[in-house]
C-alpha cells in the first residue's frame, strides 16, 4: 500500500513476523465500528437501518482496545456510522495510537470542524474523508446539498491544522472513466490529499439503492479506461499495484475476508463487513468458526459482483509479499 515509509516498514514487519509463524489467517486492518448511528442516509450504506435501541448504542474504549489487542492488526481503520458522534472517539484514537497502531478515521466530515480541536496531529493518524464524486454527484450520493462543499472546508481545515487526510471513494455504475478521472485528479491536484482510496460499490443488503452497484465486468471495463495512458501512476492510491491490477482485470485473486475482519457492537462479522452471517463473541472464535473457503467469486452467489478492497486488497498484498519482483514493484510505486 502507498503508505508513508514508516508505517510502510511497520506493515512490512508485521506481514514477515506472520510468514515466519506460518500463519495462514491473520488480520492486516481492522475494520472498528464502535457505533452504527450517523449523521447521514447514504443511498448505498445501510447501517443506520439497524434496529433504534442499537443505533442508541456506544462501544466503550476498553471495548474496543480489547478487539484491537486480541486480533493483533496494525492498522486499524475506526468506521461506523459516522465515528465523531461517538463521545469517547478521541480517547480511542489515543489508546490505540499509544499501543502503536496506525490510526484511520473516517467520516464524512460534516462533523469535522466541530471536534478537530480534540484530536492532535501524528505520524500514525489520519482522517479519511468519504468523497463520492465532484459536487453533484458527491452530495446525490449522500442524500444531502450542500455536503461536498462541508468536506472540501473540513479537508482544508485539517491539512492546515497539520493532520495528514486521506479520502475514500465508491463508484457506482453511474460513474464513467471520466468521472473517476475528474474526481480523483481534484483529489490529487485540487486538494492535495496525501493518500486516496477507491473501490467499485458492492450491493450491501440493507443499502436503500440496490440499482447502481457495479458488476465485474462493468468494474474491469470502468477502471481499465480509467487508468489506461499510465494515468493511475500520478494519483496518490493508497493500494497495492496488484489490487490496482485486480481492478483493471489484468490479475484475479481469491477472496480473504480475514485480512480486513470487522468488529462492531454486535461482534466479529462473519465474513466479512459486507456479509451478516452471524457473529463471533471473540477473534480466535471467528477464525475456528467461519468456513472462509465457502465464500467468493464462485462460491457464494452473494459474493459474484464483488471486488471491494476488504477481500481482495489483502490478497493483492499477501501476493505482493510472496513474490521479490512485486515486492520492488510495490516500493517503487
Known amino acids: 500500500m502507498a503508505m508513508p515509509l514508516r508505517q510502510n516498514l511497520k506493515v512490512g514487519r508485521y506481514l514477515l513476523k506472520q510468514r515466519l509463524a506460518r500463519r495462514e489467517h491473520f488480520p492486516l486492518v481492522l475494520e472498528l465500528e464502535p457505533l452504527f448511528a450517523c449523521n447521514l442516509k447514504c443511498a448505498g450504506c445501510g447501517k443506520i437501518q439497524q434496529p433504534h435501541t442499537l443505533l442508541k448504542?456506544?462501544?466503550?474504549?476498553?471495548?474496543?482496545?480489547a478487539?484491537?489487542?486480541?486480533?493483533?492488526?496494525?492498522?486499524?481503520s475506526i468506521a461506523g456510522g459516522e465515528p465523531l458522534m461517538h463521545p469517547q472517539i478521541d480517547q480511542i484514537v489515543a489508546e490505540l495510537l499509544a499501543r502503536k497502531r496506525i490510526v484511520l478515521l473516517c467520516t464524512n466530515a460534516v462533523l469535522l470542524p466541530r471536534h478537530l480541536g480534540r484530536f492532535k496531529p501524528h505520524r500514525d493518524f489520519s482522517f479519511i474523508v468519504h468523497i463520492d464524486g465532484l459536487q453533484e454527484r458527491h452530495d446525490e450520493s449522500v442524500c444531502k446539498e450542500?455536503?461536498?462543499?462541508?468536506?472540501?472546508?473540513?479537508?482544508?481545515?485539517?491539512?492546515?491544522?497539520?493532520?495528514?487526510v486521506m479520502t475514500n471513494t465508491t463508484f457506482f455504475s453511474t460513474d464513467t472513466p471520466q468521472t473517476v478521472i475528474e474526481v480523483l485528479n481534484y483529489l490529487n491536484d485540487d486538494l492535495e490529499i496525501d493518500?486516496?482510496?477507491?473501490?467499485?460499490?458492492?450491493?450491501?443488503?440493507?443499502?436503500?439503492?440496490?440499482?447502481?452497484?457495479?458488476?465485474?465486468?462493468?468494474?474491469r471495463e470502468l477502471f481499465a479506461a480509467a487508468f489506461a495512458d499510465g494515468r493511475r501512476r500520478k494519483w496518490r492510491l493508497n493500494h497495492s499495484p496488484l489490487f490496482l491490477d485486480?481492478?483493471?482485470?489484468?490479475?484475479?485473486?481469491?477472496?480473504?475476508?480475514?485480512?480486513?475482519?470487522?468488529?462492531?457492537?454486535?461482534?466479529?462479522?462473519?465474513?466479512?463487513?459486507?456479509l451478516d452471517d452471524g457473529y463471533a463473541a471473540s477473534w480466535q472464535e471467528y477464525i475456528d468458526t467461519t468456513d472462509f473457503d465457502a465464500y467468493g467469486r464462485g462460491r457464494d452467489p452473494r459474493c459474484a459482483n464483488c471486488m471491494a478492497h476488504c477481500g481482495y486488497e489483502p490478497s493483492a498484498v499477501f501476493a505482493t509479499m510472496s513474490s521479490l519482483k512485486e515486492t520492488i514493484r510495490a516500493a517503487a510505486s
Not at 448504542?57 to 482496545?65: G, N, T
Not at 478487539?67 to 486499524?76: F, H, Q, T
Not at 450542500?146 to 495528514?164: C, P, S, T
Open 67 to 76: 478487539a484491537v489487542e486480541e486480533c493483533g492488526a496494525p492498522v486499524v
Open 57 to 65: 448504542q456506544r462501544m466503550p474504549v476498553e471495548q474496543a482496545v
Open 246 to 274: 485486480f481492478l483493471e482485470g489484468k490479475r484475479d485473486f481469491e477472496c480473504t475476508p480475514w485480512g480486513i475482519p470487522s468488529y462492531s457492537l454486535l461482534g466479529w462479522q462473519k465474513p466479512c463487513y459486507l
Open 146 to 164: 450542500g455536503v461536498f462543499e462541508e468536506a472540501v472546508a473540513a479537508i482544508h481545515q485539517a491539512k492546515a491544522a497539520g493532520f495528514r
Open 195 to 219: 493518500n486516496m482510496q477507491i473501490s467499485p460499490g458492492y450491493a450491501y443488503g440493507k443499502a436503500p439503492d440496490q440499482e447502481h452497484f457495479l458488476g465485474v465486468k462493468q468494474t
